[in-house]
């Protein structure tokens, strides 16, 4: 049973352009929410988490949106760079340590 | 962050052998994990490493088909036992400090079994 679910397997964006990538999840117990990105024959790596008592986390380049109501949260990636091209996954946990993943969108930034 | 070496990077077994990954970290962690990612899919968690005790398997998941060890507070290995074609997965290790925080992961096993 996938609680965590990315329904974009890929995504294609234009170098300078904005990248949004959405996450939905089924469990209401969940309560921290992570980014990872990943290149190939290399780990996931982290990219922002955000706490369910917030609704906006920013880094950098980076901003993740939470909307409890909706059950979905979005990494918007700005301006995207030709780096960015990788695996991103969204991935929850439920007061604990454990980490459910989604299956992962194929970002591909065009130069 | 903490820094994760895994080893092997990647190996290809016979059917019916086994293999062993060590996970090495660079400082003093509380929890280790391993996962697996089938071909085309998502992380799944295996089992917690539990220093000086029995592993947590979640459920699809025995010890005797993936018994754990982890001796000490930076390092665990995983086996993958009697292996079929269907643990062509890749294996990785991941540390966190606690519940909500973020957890580092190794560069992965790639495992294929022919």
């Known amino acids: 049973d996938q609680q965590v679910k990315q329904n974009s397997p890929s995504l294609s964006v234009q170098e300078g352009r904005i990248s949004i990538l959405n996450c939905d999840y089924t469990?209401?117990?969940?309560?921290?929410f992570l980014w990872y990105k990943k290149y190939p024959a290399e780990g996931p790596t982290f990219l922002i988490s955000?706490?369910?008592?917030?609704d906006k986390n920013e880094d950098g380049r980076f901003t993740v949106f939470l909307n409890k109501s909706a059950k979905h949260l979005s990494l918007h990636i700005v301006p995207s760079q030709p780096g960015d091209s990788a695996v991103y996954f969204c991935?929850?946990?439920?007061?604990?340590?454990?980490?459910?993943f989604g299956a992962g969108t194929t970002v591909t930034v065009r130069a | 962050s903490a820094v994760i070496s895994q080893k092997p990077s990647r190996d290809i077994c016979q059917r019916g052998t086994s293999l062993t990954i060590q996970c090495q970290v660079d400082?003093?962690?509380?929890?280790m994990f391993w996962y697996r990612q089938q071909p085309g899919q998502s992380l799944t968690l295996i089992a917690t490493?539990?220093?000086?005790?029995?592993?947590?398997?979640e459920s699809g998941f025995v010890i005797d088909k993936f018994p754990i060890s982890r001796p000490n507070l930076t390092f665990s290995t995983l086996t993958v036992s009697n292996m079929s074609p269907e643990d062509s997965s890749i294996y990785l290790c991941?540390?966190?400090?606690?519940?909500?925080?973020?957890?580092?992961f190794g560069q992965g096993t790639r495992l294929t079994v022919v």
């Open positions: 490493a539990n220093q000086g005790s029995e592993a947590t398997y």
């Open positions: 469990n209401s117990m969940f309560d921290y």
């Open positions: 991941s540390v966190a400090q606690g519940a909500r925080t973020e957890a580092f």
């Open positions: 400082s003093q962690v509380t929890m």
């Open positions: 991935a929850a946990s439920a007061n604990d340590y454990k980490l459910s």
């Open positions: 955000i706490s369910s008592i917030k």
